[in-house]
């Protein structure tokens, strides 16, 4: 299955212009699993293989500049981890910040359940506006 990814940056096409000065990122996550059908009995539900995703990356520049990209995804539920890690990566490619930058600020890094935030939409969508 492949993963469905809406998204919206903001400011559109951000770009850092000197990251050697320093990057920051942070993230937090809402996700949901996902049953097709309808099933009466909850009791008896399977185990969802997939997952629906609202995932928040926030990049903030030396000068305090903040760039953030919201975004909604439908994935298998196995592949959240990396799929999140691998978000932020492209955000950082697309906001022009070098390669070497991003391994080093992504060398550590581990997507933990302490960034999984209770499921509300509606304050997603109103989150960076």
């Not at 309808?38 to 903040?66: C, G």
């Not at 302490?114 to 509606?122: G, I, L, M």
Request: aromatic share 10%; net charge negative.
């Amino acid at each position: 299955m492949k993963p469905f990814i809406q998204c919206q940056d903001i400011p559109e096409n951000g770009h850092i212009e000197d990251d050697h000065y320093g990057v920051q990122f942070d993230y937090f996550f809402m996700g949901r699993g996902v049953i097709p059908g309808q099933i009466q009995n909850v009791r008896n539900q399977p185990k969802p293989n997939s997952a629906e995703l609202l995932l928040f990356i926030e990049v903030i520049d030396h000068l305090d500049h903040k760039f953030i990209r919201k975004e909604r995804c439908s994935l298998l539920r196995k592949t959240v981890k990396t799929h999140i890690e691998e978000r932020i990566r492209v955000f950082m490619r697309d906001l022009d910040i070098s390669p070497v930058f991003i391994r080093g600020l992504m060398r550590n890094f581990e997507v933990t359940s302490d960034k999984c935030k209770e499921w509300d939409e509606f304050s997603f969508d109103r989150l960076g506006d």
